[in-house]
């Protein structure tokens, strides 16, 4: 799968950089221990630039947590029909996958072998062997790391979010304000600003700002349907109902999260 061998690539790539670290940092003394007379500036200049070159490397490695994390996103469009179908055969996928690294861990510490493990084949049992034998694999005490498990809950937790909040897009509701109305087309899945006359200079600055975008098609200001939306809504003050009431109290899902908090 594409996001296990991300995770593969970037746990042997931390690792190496981390173990050339120690060792960069161990090529010269402190001057506190060989003595200002004694100290190897040349030595020292190199290890300086060593070390900068690995912290540069880092900086590439840290990269590949951003496509691991996107991968957790499926990069599942919200336009789509099939947006929540799909991202609730992702998330399936990915609590599946929590599972198995959890009860193959817990088959390890109490067998202390991957032999015979349920959860596994006899070719992934050999694959998860050779890992665990990999430099790279700092933790030998668990065939899964705790940062996969760690990576794979963070991914989980993202694509509940997102299924909520593609699920409650029949919870939000429109609204008037001084001069125009905010609509909920949920065909187009856009929170859209219709006004009755067009916004001065400053309103069309501060509605970009906010992310909206005019759609001349659609004869209106417009930006994907979601909870920042309204939230980008609500900062607006000209786009508040005519009692001053903000956009996001409005909200039915806002509503009844109120409700529930106030059980």
């Given amino acids: 799968d594409k996001i296990d061998a991300l995770v593969d690539r970037y746990a042997r790539k931390l690792a190496e950089n981390l173990n050339e670290r120690n060792v960069i940092d161990a090529r010269v003394p402190s001057i506190l221990i060989s003595g200002g007379g004694n100290f190897p ?126 699920s409650s897009r029949s919870e939000f509701a429109g609204w008037t304000f001084p001069g125009g109305e905010a609509k909920i087309n949920e065909a187009e899945n856009r929170l859209q600003l219709i006004f009755e006359e067009k916004p001065d200079a400053d309103q069309r600055q501060e509605l970009k700002s906010n992310g909206f975008k005019w759609a001349p098609s659609q004869e209106a200001w417009q930006r994907q349907l979601n909870q920042n939306a309204i939230r980008a809504a609500a900062r607006i003050d000209f786009l508040r109902p005519e009692d001053g009431t903000s956009p996001y109290q409005l909200q039915p899902f806002v509503k009844r999260e109120n409700k529930e908090m106030s059980r």
């Fill in 41 to 166: 500036v040349t030595k020292k200049h190199k290890q300086n630039a060593a070390r900068d070159r690995n912290y540069g490397e880092y900086a590439e490695i840290s990269k590949l947590l951003d496509k691991i994390r996107s991968v957790g996103m499926g990069g599942i469009s919200a336009d789509d029909d099939l947006a929540v179908e799909k991202l609730t055969k992702k998330l399936e996928g990915l609590e599946s996958q929590q599972t198995t690294m959890k009860e193959v861990n817990a088959y390890f510490r109490k067998h202390k072998t991957l032999d015979g493990c349920p959860e596994l084949t006899p070719e992934q049992a050999e694959k998860l062997k050779a890992d665990m034998a990999q430099s790279w694999h700092l933790d030998k005490s668990k065939p899964y790391p705790a940062y996969l498990l760690s990576n794979n809950n963070a991914n989980i937790r993202r694509v509940r979010q997102r299924i909520e909040e593609l």
